[in-house]
């Protein structure tokens, strides 16, 4: 009997190669971030169309903000232009925005307009979009961690109930209930790193990395590596 389909209910994707893409094209860095912010779009069309629940896309990590600062101000603006261009096409396709990370860091204007498109796709039930924005797994670990050290600190559970369904129900993706966790991680560029991205939730994911640039990875692309990733034997630690 034919080996069952793998389903790829969230795929995470590490949209490296911005800055590479735009030196080859004799263009600034920035150019090369304006091209990946226009796949994103491109991308998370596919990703609805192909029938993928949640797609969760580093855009910006802890790490980021030792960049040059004008870097760090364009990138910060570029939320602020996703939603001027996309918004109306996210509504149209009932797609929903989700923006994980320490959002009361953002500068007020990048937060305003985060919080909006979370507010204004709220009721949308088709894909979940979820930017991990100014995000680090290291940091969304330990703070479960010290909650959760408190909850034992003032009587309130024993050590001995402390679970991985405890540590997993106090992280960002709390809320993608059985799709918290990536079936598929996608990195680009040829970079072959987690780089702190969804480091509990991707124990059990597949890793896939393209050498394409982001801007150059296609929708084509995407659905040579969903039929891969449908084809593999996943162990979830057994043989
Ligand atoms: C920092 C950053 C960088 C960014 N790039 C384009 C994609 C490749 C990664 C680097 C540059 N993109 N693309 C879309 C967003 C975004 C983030 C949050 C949001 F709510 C809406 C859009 C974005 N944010």
């Known amino acids: ?10 795929l995470a994707i590490i949209m490296d190669g911005n800055g590479r893409w735009a030196t080859k094209q004799g263009k600034p860095r920035i150019a090369g971030h304006y091209e990946g912010m226009n796949n994103v779009e491109r991308i998370t069309l596919a990703a609805n169309q192909l029938g993928i629940k949640v797609l969760s896309l580093y855009a910006f990590s802890t790490e980021n ?12 603006n570029l939320p602020v232009r996703f939603f001027d261009k996309f918004m109306p096409t996210l509504m ?9 990370g320490y959002l009361n ?11 909006r498109a979370m507010a204004e796709t709220a009721n949308n039930s088709g894909l979940i979009l979820n930017f991990a924005f100014n995000y680090g797994s ?9 909650e959760i050290a408190t909850l034992v600190e003032t009587g309130s559970i024993t050590s001995d109930e ?21 079936d598929l991680l996608i990195r680009t560029s040829g970079e ?4 702190n991205f969804m480091l509990w939730q991707l124990a059990y994911s597949e890793l896939a990395f393209s050498k394409k640039n982001w801007p150059d990875f296609t ?3 995407l659905e040579k590596f969903v039929i891969d990733f449908q084809n593999r034997h996943r162990r979830f630690g057994k043989v």
């Open 1 to 10: 009997m034919a080996d069952k389909k793998n389903q790829l209910n969230h």
């Open 65 to 76: 903000w030792g960049r040059p600062k004008e870097e760090v101000a364009y990138l910060m």
């Open 92 to 100: 149209k396709e009932n797609v929903k925005v989700n923006i994980m």
């Open 105 to 115: 860091e953002l500068p007020s204007k990048t937060y305003d307009v985060v919080q």
């Open 138 to 146: 290291r940091r969304e670990i330990t703070t479960a961690v010290k």
């Open 162 to 182: 402390i679970s991985e369904k405890m540590i997993s129900q106090r992280l960002m993706t709390a809320s993608f209930g059985k799709y918290s966790d990536p």
């Open 192 to 195: 072959q790193r987690i780089s």
């Open 219 to 221: 929708r084509e692309d």
